[in-house]
């Protein structure tokens, strides 16, 4: 069973411009969340989407955004980039909701570097 | 607001020695706690999911614990190997529908 596949690996971007991360959730997971992990801030949530729909946002401005495809596959943009954007960007899938009782299994990380 | 706390930040053992991570959280109202394995720039792997209605979890040489009242959950490594050496981070689900991360205990076990 194939994993969570997250595209691009690695990103280099200049302040101001934008750039979309996928995710591609193990199969019949109808669960992708995305988080941010920095060395200052750790692992913050940015946002869960479940069946199509927002589930739930953590604190992080609007230019984070996000959606799903009918097959559950999730992309992330972010708009107007700045310095402090640059993270390791991590997906993670479930079957079901992610705060429920189930298992998260994570992706490798899209390494964003903004310059 | 959930904040979730692990000390120590990092920790150096001899192989064979057995390790023990703390992960403690301020609002005892949580669905579950996982304990996760995260390897330098690498995704983060599940190693164990207690529920709330659940006092611990064991898995091969691994047991975690949780005390929901006094917010406190442990990790037990048993017989470490130089191969767990990672970074080890505990999230809390609360009734925010939200998972709050600890920022990790780097573990390094030596040969």
């Known amino acids: 069973k194939a994993g969570v596949t997250q595209t691009p690996r690695y990103l280099i971007k200049t302040r101001g411009q934008q750039v979309t991360l996928s995710c591609s959730p193990i199969s019949g997971h109808r669960s992708v969340s995305w988080y941010q992990q920095t060395p200052g801030q750790g692992l913050q949530f940015l946002f869960e989407y479940f069946s199509e729909t927002q589930r739930n946002k953590g604190n992080f401005p609007g230019r984070f955004s996000g959606r799903q495809f009918s097959n559950s596959r999730s992309e992330m943009n972010v708009s107007t980039l700045e310095l402090g954007d640059s993270a390791l960007y991590l997906c993670?899938?479930?079957?079901?909701?992610?705060?429920?009782?189930?298992?998260?299994?994570f992706g490798s990380g899209t390494q964003l570097s903004v310059l | 607001k959930q904040e979730v706390t692990q000390i120590p930040a990092a920790l150096s053992v001899p192989e064979g020695e057995n390790l023990v991570l703390n992960c403690s959280f301020t609002?005892?109202?949580?669905?579950?706690l996982q304990w996760f394995r995260q390897d330098p720039g690498k995704g983060l792997t599940s190693l164990l999911l207690i529920q709330s209605s659940q006092r611990e979890q064991t898995s091969g040489r691994l047991n975690a614990s949780l005390d929901k009242s006094s917010g406190r959950s442990t990790l037990y490594i048993a017989a470490s190997q130089p191969g767990d050496s990672a970074t080890y981070l505990c999230a809390v689900s609360s009734d925010d529908y939200k998972l709050s991360f600890g920022a990790g205990t780097t573990v390094t076990v030596r040969a």
């Open positions: 993670a899938s479930s079957s079901g909701q992610a705060w429920a009782n189930e298992k998260l299994f």
């Open positions: 609002d005892s109202a949580i669905y579950n």
